[in-house]
């Protein structure tokens, strides 16, 4: 087994270790207007009912209209959309009409009233169920109350951000070490 020669890493740097899951786009709606933004800081938190917890900075357009309205969706973005993705993270909802400039469509949502967006691999509709963390951490407790995947490909190629301006895109899969799961942890 590899023994590896380490050296001080400074812990404001080590999220670039912990953070690659998918980069999401969130989609939202209030007042009248819908809204976009790129997110990387989220985590699954239970899987029955389906809660994820998201971290969306209280300097964010998104954070005021996801707190207002309650509902957000989900959207798993896959690396055509990179570049997309990133002009999404370097503009507000404050200033620009992000469908429209992205040239996105949003389709209405079947059990809330944030759109969807049409061009991502999967959307999931989700509905704050606990704001006791946001006013302290900006972290946001949603549960996914509808969820919409695309029939294929089973293993979509999504953009992972690993800081410092570089994405991880999803590559190789094995099943190699599937039957030395415990079934309950499949
Ligand atoms: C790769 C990437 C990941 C990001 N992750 C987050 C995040 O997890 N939480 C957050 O609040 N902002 C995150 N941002 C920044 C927001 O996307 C950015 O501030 C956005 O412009 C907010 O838009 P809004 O003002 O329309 O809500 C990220 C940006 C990029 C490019």
């Known amino acids: 087994m590899k023994v590896y020669d380490k050296k001080d890493f400074p812990v404001a740097q080590i999220r670039r270790f912990l953070e690659p899951g ?7 709606a ?20 389906s ?27 896959t690396v055509d959309l990179a570049s997309t993705v990133v002009e999404i993270g370097n ?3 404050r200033d620009i009409d992000k469908f429209a400039t992205f040239k996105l469509t949003a389709r209405p949502g079947t059990r809330i009233g944030a759109p969807l967006i049409e061009q991502c691999y999967a959307n999931f509709e ?9 006013r302290k951490y900006s972290l ?3 549960e996914v109350v509808k969820a919409h ?9 999504t953009i992972h951000y690993r800081g410092d301006g570089v994405f991880m895109i999803s590559g190789e899969n094995t099943s190699r070490y599937r039957k030395r799961f ?4 499949l």
């Open 22 to 28: 998918p980069i999401v786009l969130v989609s939202s």
């Open 30 to 49: 209030w007042s009248g207007r819908n809204n976009i933004m790129t997110m990387g800081w989220h985590m699954v938190m239970e899987f029955q009912p």
């Open 51 to 77: 809660l994820i917890g998201c971290y969306i900075w209280s300097e964010n357009h998104s954070f005021q209209m996801v707190r207002d309205s309650k509902e957000c969706v989900i959207n798993i973005p």
């Open 91 to 93: 503009s507000s909802g």
């Open 126 to 134: 989700c509905k704050l169920v606990d704001s006791s963390l946001i």
């Open 140 to 142: 946001f407790v949603l």
């Open 149 to 157: 995947v695309a029939r294929s490909p089973r293993y979509p190629r």
């Open 182 to 185: 415990k079934p309950q942890n």
